[in-house]
Nanobody
């Protein structure tokens, strides 16, 4: 079973930065996709960014393009989400998840079958 574990959340003022980390265990970390999703109170969970662990290709939601960067360290079996120029609307619980059968990264929610517990990000104005 794939077990992602997130860390790095916190509180920051608008315009600030945070870096989230997701360490993955229980799987051979190759040719799968890892995604970051977020959920604000009262709202549906939405995709933020995804990466293919084999080729390194990435995919972003329009709302974060140019501000967030997803990357990986294969040796550490860790995926990162660097978040810059944060806005209050970026506030939410951020989850890391695994899609074990992907050919290219997507933010299609149902494809992700293994989820972490989440880490809270709060951006104040």
């Amino acid at each position: 079973q794939v077990q992602p574990v997130e860390s790095g959340g916190g509180s920051v003022q608008a315009g600030g930065s945070l870096r989230l980390s997701c360490t993955v265990s229980g799987v051979i970390y190759s040719n799968m996709c890892m995604g970051w999703f977020r959920q604000a109170p009262g709202k549906e969970r939405e995709g933020v960014a995804a990466i293919h662990t084999g080729g390194g290709s990435t995919y972003y939601a329009d709302s974060v393009k140019g501000r967030f960067t997803i990357s990986q360290d294969k040796a550490k079996i860790t995926v990162y989400l660097q978040m810059n120029s944060l806005k209050p609307e970026d506030t939410g619980m951020y989850y890391c998840a695994a899609d074990r059968g992907c050919d290219a990264p997507t933010l299609t929610l149902w494809r992700y079958t293994d989820w972490g517990q989440g880490t809270q990000v709060t951006v104040s104005s």
